[in-house]
Every structure is written in structure tokens, then in C-alpha cells.
């Protein structure tokens, strides 16, 4: 049975509204609205302390306290945001105590606004506690999109205790890689497995579409190496983005995204370093609408990720993207991007074997698009929505 659109929803996401890189509790919370549901979003208020010398940091709070008290805002028909302020991270109890009673109150008075009566609460963070401890709610969801442990900054013992309650007390535990699925079953008996999927719609779009080449990669030479998303020391691996460069005569990288973003001890050498490269093209975060254009323009793409804890329970996002817009990837082989060679997707251990799968990668033809495209059809948000409503109708 699919979920009655008459249920309101509370999501307690772990990502702010305004982003040029939208994840997966943006869908889900445009499409839940699109379906006829009430849902308020709330932003994130951040699992470790902000750093006041961090900009991303200073930026952040100074939004939230330009918001504080102005309540939800509407941003489409039935979608409410609000951006609460609280104190994430703090190694003291009782400023954690207050930040959590602080979070649940805001959202409490929110829910009030908007007189959402017994809402069901589907938290993507373990903080969401706080929110059930304040939230008369119908049931509690737990959507885990990461190894948030693992998480640069953070107090890991911290997270791990409140992830712990949360998994005791959620009616409903999804995760969105295997590996995450797996770990969350050692300490929950039923863990459901909804693997992250992409707008496929709009990115099968590069395929044939004709779109215009961005005005920056004009003059860029092929094969173009494409990489999208958050450029961090915490994640990327620059040995595997100079490999790639060194393994193709002629190439050119093209990063598409934020620099630096969430790293705590700032950016490491390596990657400051690949940055000041002739042959690298980094031009910053672009909307999330355009992305299909520089797709079509380019030629191989790439997960360049590190190997850690943090790394190997991800399944990015950006996989399923650069297939539904044909492209061939090139991925750091991990165990949630491994056994995809069928889909178009190489994987290497090593920064020489990467280098190598980059190479043969920019050999292949472009005919080879539409068959990635296609095969990527499967992994939309059209189908995963209707499998959740289901599972969301059965609580």
C-alpha cells in the first residue's frame, strides 16, 4: 500500500536547500511534494563544530542567524524549508543537550506553523533524535546516506552512540549503498537497501541532445577527463587525477565543483598543487541543471575517491549521472562501484592501473553513449520514490 499524500512529512536532511550539487533528500522531498504530501525540509545543522576560520563555516551561521525566527518559507506548492540554528558537534554534554532541545524546538514550532498534524518523521541523520524527542510523529524513518562516523571532524564515538538510539528506536532503517546496509545490520535486524539513483531524465539529455558547449571549454583539447563534485582532501586522491592526466597525451581535466569543501585542515598539498596544473580546468560548482551540457562535451568520467571507511560505504550519486549522459567512468574500485563493468564502469586499485582504464576509456567510441545511457534508465528516481512511498504506506 503507497503512503496516503494526505500524511505530512518532516525530513531532517543532511544537506542545506540552496546547493548547486542537490543529493538524494532534495528528490525526495520535490517529488513527496509533487505527489500531493505537506513536507518541511530542515537543513542540516551540521554533525561536527563549525571552525570560525573556516569561510564555508562563518558563511553558514551567519545565513542561519539571518533566518533565525522568520519560521518555514514555501518553496514550491507544499514545500517548506526551514534552516534552524543549533550547535552541532560540541565535545560537552550539555551544550550537545541544549543544541538538541534547541533543534527540536524550532522544528516543533514549525510543525505548529504549519499545523502538520502527527507527521511522519524520516530523518537522513541520527540528530533527528532530537527532533522525535520534541515531534509528535506517526513513525520514525532513518534514511543512513553515509558512514557518518567516518565523517571529517567529527566526534566518531559521539555519532556512533546516537546512531546506536537512533536504529533502537526507528520504525523503518533504509540505506543507500550495500556496505552501509551491512553494517547497519550487525546492529538491527532489518535494514532495507534503497541504493542511490540519479535524475536520469535529466541527464540522459547529454545523449544527442545538441546542447551548446560551456563558453569555459572552449579551446580545451580532447579527450576531456571529467570529474564533478567536491574536490577534498578527505575524499580525492590526486595521485589517481595525475595519473589519468599523464597516462592520455593531450588530455585535459575539467573539475566541476566546490574546492575544499569540508575539509577541516584544509586543502592538503597534493591537490593545491593539481590545481596549478596547465592541464587542469577547475572552474567551480555550476547549476545542477547544466551539468548534463558539460557531460555532452566531454569525454571520460571519474571517481578519483580514496580508499577509507568513509569511502568504501559510498555509492555516489555522480556514477549513475555521468551514465544516464553515456559517458564511460573510471572509478576507484571499491566495493559498492565493483561488478559494474556491464554498465560501463572500470574500476583500478592502483594509480597505474587507473591511469591505464582512463586510456582505454578515451579510446572508446561515442556510439557506445546510448547503450550506457539506456542501461542507466534502471537506476532513476521514478521507480526508487514508488518503492519507498510503498514502504513508507506499510508503517
Known sequence: MSLDPGVPLVLVASAVWETPAPVNVHQIARRFAARGHRVLFVESTGLRAPKVSSSHDVQRIWARLRKLGAGPREVAPGLFVLGPLALPGSRSRWVRRISGWALGA????????????????????????FVADRVSHRALVYHCVDDYAGNPGVDPQQIAKLEARMLERAELVVATSPVLAERLGEQRAEVRLAANVADTTLFSRAVGAGFSEPAELRGVPHPRLLYVGNLATYRIDPALLVAALDAVPDAALVLVGAAGLGDVAGMAPALSSLLEDPRVHAVGPRPHQELPAWMQHCDVALIPFLDTAHTRASLPLKLWEYLAAGLPVVAR???????????????ARSASDFGRAVAAAAEEPPEGRAARSLRAQSHGWEARIETLAEWLGEL
Do not use: H, I, K, Y
Request: net charge positive; no cysteine; charged share 25%.
Open 106 to 129: 524550532q522544528v516543533a514550532r514549525a510543525v505548529r506553523q504549519l499545523r502538520m498534524e502527527r507527521p511522519l518523521l524520516w530523518s537522513f541523520l541520527p540528530t533527528g533524535l
Open 333 to 347: 574500485a571499491l566495493p559498492n562501484l565493483e561488478g559494474l563493468e556491464p554498465d560501463g564502469v572500470r574500476t
